[in-house]
Nanobody, 115 residues
Framework: QVQLVESGGGLVQPGGSLRLSCAASGIIFSFYHMGWYRQAPGKQRELVAL???????NYADSVKGRFTISRDNAKNTVELQMNSLKPEDTAVYYC?????????WGQGTQITVSS
């Protein structure tokens, strides 16, 4: 059974930082591209950051220079360090594992950026 479990969400003030973590089980983690997506109310889910199985990274323009994605294949985890958070970063953040033929999703964790 595949599980992606996110943690680290919450309420933070503008300019603050949060670190999201996603623990994966039931997959050969190192084979999968791992990503973080987010969905704000009334909007479509969008890619935030992606880290390939080989380690290359890709970011949405809106988070470049503020967010950093990393993975630990020994621990089967992927993390998203979020700095200089803005109110427009408020959304539910989802962990994603993308294989050749399958996609797996976590349950999501809420990030609210507000003073």
């Amino acid at each position: 059974q595949v599980q992606l479990v996110e943690s680290g969400g919450g309420l933070v003030q503008p300019g603050g930082s949060l670190r999201l973590s996603c623990a994966a089980s039931g997959i050969i983690f190192s084979f999968y591209h791992m990503g973080w997506y987010r969905q704000a109310p009334g909007k479509q889910r969008e890619l935030v950051a992606l880290i390939a199985s080989a380690g290359s990274t890709n970011y949405a323009d809106s988070v470049k220079g503020r967010f950093t994605i990393s993975r630990d294949n020994a621990k089967n985890t992927v993390e998203l360090q979020m700095n200089s958070l803005k109110p427009e970063d408020t959304a539910v953040y989802y962990c994603n594992a993308k294989g050749t033929w399958v996609d797996y999703w976590g349950q999501g964790t809420q990030i609210t950026v507000s003073s």
